[in-house]
């Protein structure tokens, strides 16, 4: 099992960038898939963006596909999620996610074992 705590939230404008921010503890993160999920109010939680922590591989939903940017520091074991171009409906709580490999195509919050407690993003129109 892995500890996660995200970071990095806020309020920003339409337009504007934030880096979300996951430290992970507890254990080495090699062959680990580490994801971003988000929840908007009153919707399902819903996969963002996950990278193959030894390979480097990742995939990206198609809403978030050219604006955001999943990446990892294996210095400080550490997650990222660039988020530029925000939109209004980019507003969510957002949770980092981890789950022992194979693939980086798994989107389904029941395929990741360890989860954050969130962050919340909101951007303002």
Do not use: H
Not at 43 to 53: G, P, T
């Amino acid at each position: 099992q892995v500890q996660l705590v995200e970071s990095g939230g806020g309020l920003v404008q339409t337009g504007g960038s934030l880096r979300l921010s996951c430290a992970a503890s507890g254990r080495s993160l090699g062959g680990y898939i580490m994801a971003w999920f988000r929840q908007a109010p009153g919707q399902e939680r819903d996969f963002v963006a996950a990278i193959n922590w030894s390979g480097g591989g990742s995939n990206y939903a198609d809403s978030v596909k050219g604006r955001f940017t999943i990446s990892g520091d294996n210095t400080k074991n550490t997650v990222y999620l660039q988020m530029n171009s925000l939109k209004p409906e980019d507003t969510a709580v957002y949770y980092c996610a981890a789950r022992i490999g194979p693939t980086y195509y798994f989107s389904q919050t029941r395929q990741y074992n360890d989860w954050g407690q969130g962050t919340q993003v909101t951007v303002s129109s």
